[in-house]
């Protein structure tokens, strides 16, 4: 059954249709608030950030959500969890500070922020899911404790995932830092004939697994926690996992998290993705490449799947723009995603979470 996403693109020649407004119409023509009832505590679920990245959410399009959940009657609050990899998000004080400074202040967006898996990332609920390879997910406390729920998401390229959209916000943006260490199964390797021993990827590991020695890096399977830091941020691709045997399984264990998070919200749950800077890398990393493709517009749905289904259509329509990370696929119609990382299968996302339930690929777009 299709589902139906409602899209605003970026053009404005008044107050009328400025991308705020845009916002709040959307909210609106979607039908959001229908899930919100009066009185709840809405978690208004987004990502704000690592230190030195620029693309997250613009503030101020997230307080024009605020204001329509208060319009509902609502008690809106920004909420995040807390980051598996050494960074200025692994805990709820730097966590709060790195909000704060960039822009998500009471006093610009209008509500409190929780950090919703607490100060340590302990403050989890296991949620039963009969999934392929989930059965308890561990899910953050104040999140499974909301009334409702709006997903804000930054659509962008991923560098195991292929794109981030609503369901990996879902399923990893709302596990603790034990549920994203069992996402993150995967154990990634070094092959020493790329290998720099540039050391970046010894100082990115949080928990010590890479040593650099003789000018090459090695990794202990048996510390590393897989949460693929290190491929990250190395220059010369030489840091793997295998991709064969692992890839699909880490791509179902984020959509059977997703599944977890909205399985007891799934008429009290929102969905909003900006396609604004689609940079190549998710928020996490600490700096901002320039964008793959022009800034698209903004899109709204009940549906998580089919809202990034038709995320990745439009992101794929677009020509490529010079000088990005794009190394192929820059013709209008071919897979920008495939196109920076051939080894990634973001449809297998999609279609895993048709699959099990989570929503539907097949949508009707509706421009505002």
Request: proline fraction near 4%; charged fraction near 25%.
């Amino acid at each position: 059954m299709s589902s139906s996403v409602f899209f605003a693109d970026i053009r404005s020649r008044d107050e009328h249709s400025s991308l705020v407004s845009k916002v709040r119409d959307l909210f609106t023509v979607a039908n959001l608030p229908a899930g919100i009832s009066k009185g709840d505590r809405t978690a208004v679920k987004l990502h704000f950030g690592e230190l030195g990245n620029d693309s997250y959410i613009n503030p101020v399009f997230v307080r024009a959500v605020v204001d329509k959940v208060r319009e509902a009657g609502a008690m809106p609050f920004l909420t995040d969890t807390n980051t598996l990899y050494l960074g200025s998000r692994g805990n709820a004080v730097d966590h709060l500070e790195t909000a704060i400074a960039h822009g998500f202040a009471y006093a610009v967006v209008g509500a409190p922020i929780i950090i919703a898996d607490g100060l340590r990332g302990q403050n989890s609920v296991r949620i039963s899911f009969s999934g392929r390879n989930i059965k308890n997910a561990m899910i953050a406390g104040d999140i499974a404790a909301a009334d409702s729920l709006v997903v804000l998401s930054h659509f962008k390229g991923h560098e195991v995932a292929g794109f981030g959209g609503a369901i990996k916000n879902l399923g990893m943006g709302c596990a603790t830092p034990a549920g994203k260490r069992e996402q993150h199964a995967a154990r990634p390797f070094s092959r020493m004939e790329l290998c720099t021993g540039c050391c970046r990827c010894e100082s990115a590991c949080p928990a010590g697994a890479v040593r650099v020695t003789e000018a090459k890096a090695s990794i202990d399977k048996a510390s590393c926690i897989g949460c693929f830091e290190c491929m990250t941020v190395c220059p010369s691709r030489a840091i793997e996992i295998d991709w064969e045997t692992e890839i699909e399984p880490f791509l179902e264990r984020i959509v059977e998290y997703a599944c977890a998070v909205v399985d007891k919200k799934k008429k009290k749950a929102g969905f909003m993705n900006f396609l604004l800077r689609i940079t190549p890398d998710c928020d996490c990393v600490p700096w901002s490449d320039t964008a793959i493709v022009p800034d698209i517009g903004i899109l709204a749905s009940d549906d998580p799947v089919a809202l990034d289904a038709a995320s990745f259509d439009l992101v794929n329509q677009q020509p490529g723009l010079p000088g990005s990370f794009l190394e192929s696929g820059s013709r209008p119609g071919e897979d920008k995603f495939s196109g920076m990382r051939a080894w990634t299968r973001s449809d297998y996302q999609l279609r895993y979470a048709e699959e099990i339930g989570l929503g539907s690929r097949s949508y009707h777009l509706v421009t505002l």
